[in-house]
């Protein structure tokens, strides 16, 4: 079965308890190692390949999988009106720059956004 953490991720529990993952190869139904910080304490508890408390009867236990940081090339364009905004993101510096239908004005990266960061704050 493959497992959704590995060795040296970090996160939060559904709760908000930092995590640490200290193994993925454990026997038994429940691979995962981590070390979780409750009330300021760490302690060792095991989690199923999805991050599913061992316990299982509460949910905010539950290991939220840690969040993936991309870098992406955001072009500025200006439209044949001289409205100026932002295209999309390219994983690539030469796809930002191969914007045919509109003005390129500049070039905002290499930017590292994370899934949910600054989103609700």
Given at each position: ?121
């Amino acid at each position: 079965m493959t497992n959704t953490f590995k060795v040296g991720d970090t996160g939060k529990t559904r709760k908000g308890h930092d995590y640490r993952v200290l193994a993925t190869d454990a026997e038994g139904n429940f691979p995962v190692v981590a070390n979780v910080r409750e009330d300021g304490k760490w302690g060792v508890v095991m989690f199923s390949s999805k991050g599913e408390w061992r316990g299982g009867w509460n949910p905010d236990f539950n290991l939220m999988p840690p969040k993936a940081a991309r870098t992406v090339w955001v072009p500025l364009l200006k439209d044949s009106s001289g409205v100026i905004f932002a295209g999309c993101n390219y994983d690539t510096r030469a796809e930002a720059l191969s914007q045919p239908e509109y003005q390129i004005i500049g070039l905002a990266g290499p930017i590292t956004i994370t899934e949910g960061e600054g989103v609700g704050e």
